[in-house]
């Protein structure tokens, strides 16, 4: 056995930058499992996740919240959603497992992306500039998911508030994500 | 170039990668026979140089991974339409 202790780190190591209008902060709480649907399961999967945590599978580029609001589910592929919640300790997927009591396949991601959150009253402003899908607040409601790709970046983005956007790229592209926000924010502001 | 994605919506072109004709869905399933080298041939290497509306396989590899089949216009651009590859592949009892 060896004397070491492996202690996680998130992607980012907990940036945060405050701008006149505009917060840009590493997510650091939550967690992200993919929930993978067998062939012809999707009704099956979806009302066990209902009896165990109100959950309903959502539409194609939108999000469903459990009752106790702690899950959120995002649909960005057919046949899969992805599950973002609220968790700390080491075995999100376990834990979302026993808690989902579904038969699908899991599998831990959290690990693998940096998630940033942009938020304030510029958020929009400062997204608009890099993000080449269209973040109207009519067109995409708070709940809304999308993949898309921002500085040549695969980024995931999600409005989690009226103002606040939660933007997922791997965990490798964090900085260069980071940096690419930093310098929209400078040409906003 | 817009592509309409069926499940996303309006996407960039950016987001995708090209592959070529949707004849590649179609390869030959007779490899044991002895016809099958002629057949192969014209799978790997005969293709039509269409001027007009072209099927074409794209691959959104910066969106959900999807492979659709857009059928394009390779004189104006202009798409006319866009399927999931998976349902003309099924259409034409290929795939399971």
Known sequence: ?189 | MIINHPLLGPRDSEEFVYLGSTDLIDRPTNWEEDASSEDFYQYQYIRDNIAGNHRELWYHEQGDQSWLVVTRNTITHEITNVELAQDVSRAMGRGK
């Open chain 1, 1 to 189: 056995m060896s004397d070491y202790i492996l202690e996680k780190e998130s992607a980012l190591e907990g940036a945060e930058h405050e701008f006149n209008g505009v917060n840009v902060s590493e997510v650091t709480d939550k967690s992200l499992v993919m929930v993978a649907i067998p062939r012809g399961t999707l009704a099956d999967v979806e009302s066990a996740i209902k009896k165990s945590c109100g959950l309903s599978i959502p539409k194609m580029e939108q999000s469903t919240e459990s009752s106790d609001s702690s899950i959120t589910l995002w649909r960005l592929q057919n046949s899969q959603v992805l599950a973002y919640f609220s968790y700390d300790g080491d075995d999100s997927e376990s834990y979302l497992k026993s808690k989902f009591n579904a038969s699908a396949y899991f599998t831990d991601q959290s690990d693998t992306w940096a998630m940033i959150r942009v938020n304030g009253p510029k958020s929009r402003e400062v997204l608009e500039r890099i993000c080449p899908i269209n973040i109207d607040p009519e067109v995409f409601p708070v709940g809304s998911v999308s993949r898309t790709v921002m500085e040549h970046i695969g980024t995931i983005i999600f409005r989690d508030g009226d103002d606040s956007y939660v933007l997922l790229t791997m965990r490798s592209f964090g900085r260069s994500m980071l940096h690419a926000i930093e310098v929209s924010v400078k040409n906003v502001l």
